[in-house]
């Protein structure tokens, strides 16, 4: 069983920053790729920024230059600055990991966490 695990959300004034962090636990073998997503209300979930391996990072538009994705070992850390209000959605975590015993990536979510931008 593989689990993620996110933590940093919460409510931040626009212009502000904060930072997310999800841990991948369990009978992990290795993990192929991370990434955040995020889902506002009433919208459909999309990718805001992944990383394959260690070193190579992917954004959407919206969020280039002002969000930065890094991994180190198991866990994923998302660091947005310059928050906007059209930044406040739900974010999750998702991961490729191959579990022990396994030869396939299967693919994993985290629960969520609430990012709000507002004043």
């Known amino acids: 069983q593989v689990q993620l695990g996110e933590s940093g959300g919460g409510l931040v004034q626009p212009g502000g920053s904060l930072r997310l962090s999800c841990v991948a636990s369990?009978?992990?073998?290795?993990?192929?790729?991370m990434a955040w997503y995020r889902q506002a209300p009433g919208k459909e979930r999309e990718l805001v920024a992944r990383i394959i391996g260690t070193a190579s990072a992917s954004y959407a538009d919206s969020v280039k230059d002002r969000f930065t994705i890094a991994r180190d070992n198991n866990e994923v850390a998302l660091q947005m600055n310059s928050l906007k209000p059209e930044d406040t959605a739900v974010y999750f975590c998702?991961?490729?990991?191959?579990?022990?015993?396994?030869?396939?990536?299967?693919?994993?979510w985290g629960q969520g966490t609430q990012v709000t931008v507002s004043s």
């Open positions: 369990g009978s992990i073998r290795s993990i192929h790729q």
């Open positions: 998702k991961a490729g990991i191959i579990s022990i015993g396994e030869v396939v990536v299967n693919y994993y």
